[in-house]
């Protein structure tokens, strides 16, 4: 049976003795609560049930024993077990007997308490054990001195299975290589120094790889309060630093994005007046060479003014370009010219201390688009530059031909067999160190100070160099200095007079040409040109007005020209109108932006030529050839 607690309830003087239902003052109980008798049958006739506290089962009466004695063991106030002795004989008790045995009981009852606490705490500590050796987090105790007393399975297979009766420091073990002193970011050194709980996050190298980890040092004190050991908790939180990394990479992307979305907005909407400005720049520039003797002064101060313009012309387009993230127009051009224009404006720019060499030996032609070589050859030589800005030193830019072929074709596996054109770029700068030279072409990734560098430079010209069929290596070592060197395939076919710009004179000719542009300047200066070369003009500000012009007499003109932003109708729009009074007309368009119109647009308007501004002499010359060669084929075959 059992009480309303779920307890064993024995009706019998045994229940009476472990549940302490006595009565003292019965001589067969004791103060203690021992239950005895020398004589049962003679105890059974002459007491009643109520008096023995139970309806006993006389269980030892009926076995034979005369003699019983019941002692509980008792550890203070609580019964632990019994104490029975039974004899077949009478009077084999006697008091002082009985008292012996319940200080036996007492003493036996502690010992049985003593090793419940002890099989107990065995059990925690067991229970304790087992956590703490199978959890992922790596778990150490050290002493005052920072010693490793102990360590858990974790902690041993991320670092060597130190011998801790030696009681090595923890900075010599968790270290590689190992340290005479706590590391700056030890939390363990903390709690020791204010006996407080403290966290940190830091990279180790462990016998798996470089972890980040998050310490937790918690101090574990005496009665007095004083720190005795300090429990380190190690969590490896590569995966979510990982993670991290990415999502700041992903953020730092995204920003970058957004960045260049706003500077495309921007160079948008002002590189059609950029541009109206630098075409009166370089135009009147051009109209200015033509009136001077050349040789002079006075023309090559002019010649450096138009090479300025063309050059700022160039970068507008490179903004816009890469805003746009567009594809570039590629044509042929020999790097060597390209290279020699940066060299000669770095030499201007760069420090004394810095000694420019060059070596520029191929004239070999490749595909290319000259604005992205000259952002390749800028951004390596401006690298070269900063790592040389502090004491100095030498930079050689050398361009050569190469060619790869079965032999040589596995040392640049990336290469396609064939000619090459090699450009090497090396400087005695402080050098990059083996542990981030993999890294150097990746996206963000920079060793300059924060503010300095947005990490894009070289992995731009990494995908430059790419797309252009090409590739680039380096090497370099601290102190000794940093190569590239950078390999474009040479282009095969013949290079016609129709792929490269010459110094031919330009042609020109009689027909009359309806100018268009809300630029006064650019519609003079454009009148000039054209009028240099030989052809009748009629110019106008407003588009409204010269669709009205063309419409008095459609026959009178034999090409327009017009700007494509343009107030009240857009050039695209008044050509349509063009085409539909007249369809066999030739129109050319000119834009200060960026290819504003469609391809398709384009085709299905039947434009002749669409032209970026500042559109150079050499440029409109051609176009409207062009265009009136396309007119006048039409009239023969119509």
Known sequence: MRDVNGKPYLECMCGNIISGRIDSSRDFFTEY?????????????????????????NRCNGEGYESV???????????????????????????????YFEDLGISLAIAFKRIESENALRQSQEKYQS??????????????????????????????????????????????????????????????????????????????????????SSPVKDVAGNVVSVIEMVEDISEHAKAEKEKSQLMELLQQSQKMEAIGTLAGGIAHDFNNILSSVIGYTELALDDMEKGSMTAENLNEVLIAGNRAKELVGQILDFSRQSETAKQPIQIKLI?????????????????????????????????QIHQVIMNLCTNAGHAMRNYGGRMEVTLADMSIDAETFGKFSTLAPGPYVRLTLSDTGHGISESIINRIFDPFFTTKPKGEGTGMGLSVVHGIVKSHGGDITVRSAPGKGTTFDVFFPVLTKQVTATDVEHNEPLKGGTEHILLID??????????????????????????????????????????????????QMTGDVLATHLKHIRPDIPVIL???LSSPVTDTAIKDIGISALLTKPVLKRQMAHAVREALGWKISADAVD
């Not at 609560?33 to 089962?57: I, K, M, V």
Request: a negative charge; aromatic letters at 6%.
């Open 339 to 371: 290279a020699k224009e940066v060299l000669k404006m770095l030499k201007a720019s760069f420090p004394s201390t810095i000694e420019i060499r060059q070596q520029l030996d191929s004239g070999a032609f490749v595909f290319a688009d000259p604005t």
């Open 590 to 592: 000119c834009t200060g």
């Open 131 to 216: 956590l703490v050796e199978n959890i992922v987090i790596g778990v150490s105790l050290l002493d005052p001195d920072m010693k490793i007393l102990a360590m858990n399975r974790q902690m041993k297979q991320w670092f060597n299975d130190a011998d801790l009766s030696e009681k090595p420091v923890c900075y010599s073990v968790f270290n590689n290589p190992p340290k005479d002193a706590p590391c700056e970011c030890c939390p363990v050194a903390r709690t020791l120094k204010d006996g407080l709980v403290h966290e940190s996050v830091t990279e180790m190298q462990t016998n798996t790889g470089m972890k980040h980890f998050r310490l937790l």
């Open 33 to 57: 609560g021992s239950f005895w008798s020398n004589n049962t049958t003679q105890l059974l006739a002459e007491t009643s049930d109520a008096e023995r506290r139970t309806q006993t089962r």
């Open 518 to 567: 809300d630029e006064p300047s650019i519609v003079k200066m454009e009148k000039r040109i054209l009028e240099n070369l030989g052809y009748r003009i009629t110019s106008t500000n407003s588009s409204v007005e010269a669709l009205a012009i063309f419409s008095s007499d459609p026959e009178r003109f034999d090409l327009v020209i017009s700007d494509l932003t343009m107030p």
């Open 69 to 99: 004695a019941l002692i509980p063991l008792k550890a203070g106030d609580e019964i632990v077990g019994l104490l029975q002795f039974n004899d077949k004989r009478t009077n084999m008790f006697s008091k002082d007997l009985i008292e």
